[in-house]
């Protein structure tokens, strides 16, 4: 007969636990399962952007949350009364981070006026959301690795079983690239961008050799290794180099720490991990290799004149160095409740000295400039907390994993120093794998009540009630962001049916959505609920469409404010004057494009191998009217400027020809023949007229450099299947 024990934890072997009753552990069990799920579903930014996304997008992003949630739920009402008895460390890394969450929570509610107002909701409330969900995440996990310190190799077992998953799919797809082509190839797998994947990468590859090194019996090694040698090669074929430094700062922190901490290793294993790592690194080595061969070139040609994918590190650096300066002035322009949570792919370009983009290239920086400092210091509060509790932790109790305890440590390190680099925390893929470290660090440190705990029927049923609320408020933005995904995705397939679906959903789906109006054809509430310059413009060209032009030209003019350094906005404007009869406004608008052009908004950007083709037609313009006025030495300076560029734009290899392709989608048919017509109809006539009016003769070599030019636009590739989406 089994003898009763009286000790034991709520998550223990035991099916009860401490007055849990018979689903005590269903909680656990669905968290383990977010655990899995998370790398996989949620590798996408909000927004409908990545409606056609093969993983991820908004509508899987929502399960995730929906799962955190109601594992929570359930371990409020099903699970055991726990209070565990915490260090000052750890207290202090708890309630910093839920500071944090909650100040992003109040940042949402002071933008939005406390819900009166419904500009930017559609962003703020999904992102206030995901900061609610890392807080449930890092109190779930310090929770269940407190009751059971067995818990702590179960939830990395759960987290490393997602990322295999993820690793499985990136190597698929890494193996249908031919093998030349390898070395400029980069892999996402489940993430949207390859250095993301990355971060997620450093923060799991040091918990899998641990749990390579603690595992028992053949079967258990195998598996631990294949996933080792997995995540490592998907790290290699992202062709991140900072993240596969990073990978390794925290594998020697990992093996430092537990030197220090005396923990006995089994040497004969790590060689067996230093072999696996080898081994996928030799066979996934070629994109990495290929980056670290690139950044050498670049620096040998730093020096040099030239506009070649040899410089493209210097400037991917640069454009990241001056998009963290822009973030700086938002977020001090914004001190204490920020621009908005999740707003910073719509007010960003407000304070940009460079071109857009959707993220602030580092989570520190995003953090500040959404929520505010405030958020930003509460945070960083809190994860000093929990690096206090993972130094300070000595032998882990018999039924943890010592080697796991260090592995965490420096799992945290890495993915911190990834996140200089990149905003992991606006991925849940990144965000709950992360809070979940962080939480078995802490759960690690704090010991079960050795006595049933009582808790009140207030504070139960009030942590239930707030989770019920949270979990009906997320299912509710799901539901309204699936069905958004749903109406862009049936604008790309049957686009002359989707204006009465939306308007109908226009007026259900709450939070208001700003594309779900303009999917309905309402642009001005759409320019309502996001006042960018995406959708200023897209009002404008409404306008236009109505021969509005005056009105047209204003809603221009606004999107120009709000986003000054794009070129798409100011051309269209500059047209759209020369319509309403402004041709000196015109001219003016033109003007300014060159400028930016010149300036650094120009010179330094995301991608430079992609030639901005847009200042071709305000040089163009400008040439032609130095003609007017008689100024052929300036027309001709002019045109020669416009031809270059178009000429540099033909020389764009077939690979960045297809991230034109993934830029613009179904427009890029209609831009490439409106530059080859600039560059035929007006670029090089311009030329001619101008050299004539200079008197000079006309060199052979101009006709064959267009017909040269012309030959290497007709060779472009093409899109796969042309998209009938409007623009």
């Keep these: 007969m089994r003898t009763a024990r009286t000790n034991h934890p709520a998550y223990s072997d035991d099916s009860a636990g401490i007055g849990g009753g018979r689903f005590a552990k269903l909680g656990f069990y ?76 109040i940042s949402a509610f002071v933008h939005s006026r406390f819900f009166t107002s419904p500009v930017y909701v559609f962003a703020m409330l999904p992102e206030a959301l995901n900061w609610l969900v890392f807080a449930v995440v890092l109190a779930l996990t310090a929770r269940f690795a407190s009751e059971d310190k067995a818990n702590l190799s179960r939830m990395a077992i759960a987290l490393l079983i997602g990322g295999v998953f993820c690793a499985v799919i990136g190597v698929l797809s890494f193996g ?23 971060g997620f990468c450093a923060l799991t590859i040091p918990v899998a050799v641990a749990m390579l090194l603690s595992a028992e019996g053949l079967l258990a090694v195998v598996l631990a290794a294949t996933g080792t040698g997995l995540l490592f090669s998907l790290l290699m074929i992202t062709g ?8 390794f700062s925290g594998l020697v922190v990992a093996l430092f720490l537990a030197l220090v901490r005396k923990t006995s290793l089994p040497w004969k294993r790590v060689g067996v991990a230093v072999a696996v790592l080898a081994l996928a690194g030799v066979v996934f080595g070629a994109p990495m290799l290929g980056r670290v061969r690139q950044s ?45 949570p999740g707003t910073y792919p719509y007010t960003y370009s407000r304070y940009a000295r460079v071109g857009w983009t959707g993220q602030a290239h580092s989570s520190y920086l995003q953090v500040a400039s959404e929520s505010g400092l ?26 943890a994993t010592p080697v796991l305890l260090s592995a965490l440590f420096g799992g945290v390190i890495a993915a911190l120093g990834r996140n200089i680099f990149d905003s992991e925390w606006m991925l849940l893929a990144c965000g709950v794998p992360f809070f979940c470290v962080l939480g078995m660090l802490v759960g690690a440190s704090e010991t079960a009540p050795q006595k049933p705990v009582e808790q009140t029927a207030l504070a139960r049923g009030g ?22 995904d749903a109406l862009v995705v049936l604008s790309r397939t049957s686009p002359g049916n989707v204006a009465p679906l939306a308007k ?20 001005n509430t759409a320019a309502y609920l996001s006042p960018s310059g995406k959708r200023f413009y897209q009002f404008a060209r409404a306008l236009e469409r109505e021969g509005s032009w005056e009105k047209a030209v204003d809603q221009y003019k606004r999107a120009a404010d709000a986003d000054p350094n794009n070129l798409q906005t100011r051309k269209a404007l500059a047209e759209t004057q020369e319509k309403a009869g402004d041709a000196a406004g015109a001219i003016f608008t033109y003007l300014d494009m060159t400028k930016i052009a010149e300036g650094p908004a120009g010179k330094i950007r995301a991608i430079p191998e992609l030639v901005d083709t847009l200042p071709a037609f305000a040089y163009a313009a400008l040439g032609e009217d130095a003609l007017k006025r008689g100024e052929a030495g300036e027309a001709y300076e002019m045109f020669v400027k416009a031809r270059e560029i178009v000429e540099d734009y033909s020389r764009t290899t077939p690979q960045y020809q297809f991230t034109e392709i993934a830029t613009l989608g179904g427009n890029v048919d209609a831009r490439r023949a409106e530059v080859r017509s600039l560059y035929t109809d007006r670029i090089v006539p311009g030329n001619r007229a101008a050299l004539q009016k200079l008197r000079q003769q006309i060199p052979a070599s101009l006709g064959d450099d267009q017909k040269e030019t012309l030959a290497r636009l007709d060779a472009f590739v093409t899109v796969p299947t042309p998209s009938t989406a409007p623009p």
């Design 30 to 105: 669905v968290f383990l399962a977010v655990l899995t799920l998370a790398p996989l579903l949620g590798g996408t930014p909000v927004g409908p952007d990545y409606a056609l996304a093969a993983w991820g997008g908004d509508s899987m992003s929502g399960v995730v949350r929906a799962l955190v949630l109601v594992a929570a739920l359930l371990t409020a009402t099903l699970g055991a009364a726990h209070k565990p008895a915490p260090t000052v460390a750890a207290i202090v890394a708890r309630y910093g981070i839920y500071g944090a969450a909650l100040w992003v929570a």
């Design 176 to 198: 249908t690239i031919p093998g030349a082509e390898r070395i400029a190839q980069r892999e996402s797998a489940t993430f949207f961008s390859p250095n993301f994947a990355a």
């Design 240 to 247: 991140s180099r900072a993240g596969l430094g990073l990978t």
């Design 296 to 340: 050498a070139n670049s620096k040998v040609a730093a020096s040099l004149p030239t506009n070649g994918a040899a410089a493209t590190d210097d400037h991917s650096g640069e454009f990241r160095k001056e998009t963290w300066r822009g973030s700086l002035a938002m977020a001090a322009d914004n001190p204490v409740f920020g621009a908005g």
């Design 374 to 399: 405030p958020a930003l210091i509460l945070l960083l509060v809190g994860i000093g907390g929990v690096l206090t509790v993972g130094l300070s932790q000595k032998e882990a109790t018999k039924t």
């Design 463 to 484: 942590t239930a009630v707030f989770l019920a609320v949270t979990l009906v408020l997320t299912l509710f933005v799901r539901a309204g962001q699936a069905e958004r």
């Design 504 to 523: 109908e959903a226009a007026e259900r789906v709450q939070p208001s959505d700003p594309q779900i109006y303009a999917l309905a054809g309402d642009y």
